[in-house]
């Protein structure tokens, strides 16, 4: 038999409370009865369990944010200056909470980055890629103003 992952729900339910009742009646089962619905339950639920897979494959999840990187790290991580990253805070372009936050311990005053999050925002190319050994920071940076331009020169009237 077939059972799509529904079915197999109902079935395991309909185990439970039968299992249920067997525990408060157990004079009236017999033990292979017993041990019948036990090795049923656990076959349906690896069932269950491989249609729930095959129905939604694990996927590579967003990375958790981690403010674990100082000001002046991301400043040498990055290749930009400390002024780019005030700046781009003011103007909203990294936003708190997902960028980077303020300190409130070890230091109030220190500012904490994400380095995932701010590469991808700042670089527009992931961490990964960006930390590879042979990177061109500067082929990167023509790409993203030609890109820049292009755009601002399709929006603009002629």
């Known amino acids: 038999m077939n059972f799509n992952q529904p079915e197999l729900l109902r079935l395991l339910e309909l185990l439970g409370t039968s299992n249920k009742l067997m525990k408060k009646a157990p004079s009236r ?3 292979e009865y017993f041990e019948f619905n036990e ?9 269950f369990a491989k ?3 095959e129905q939604a494959p694990f996927t590579k999840q ?6 674990d990187t100082s000001t002046a790290r991301t400043c040498k991580l ?6 780019e990253l005030r700046v781009s805070r003011e103007i909203g372009k990294l936003k708190k ?8 311990s070890p230091r109030p005053s220190a500012i904490w980055y994400d380095i995932e999050a701010t590469c991808q925002e700042i670089h527009e190319v992931s961490w990964d890629k960006f930390s590879q050994p042979g990177f061109d920071i500067e ?12 755009k ?4 603009a009237k002629k």
């Open 139 to 150: 082929a990167n940076t023509r790409e993203r103003v030609s890109k820049a331009f292009a």
């Open 29 to 31: 089962c017999s033990k």
């Open 97 to 104: 909470g997902y960028h980077y936050t303020d300190g409130k």
């Open 51 to 53: 249609k729930a897979i």
């Open 78 to 83: 990055l290749h930009v200056k400390e002024g």
């Open 62 to 67: 967003d990375p958790v944010t981690c403010f």
């Open 39 to 47: 090795n049923l339950f656990f076959k349906l639920s690896v069932e």
């Open 152 to 155: 601002a020169r399709k929006g």
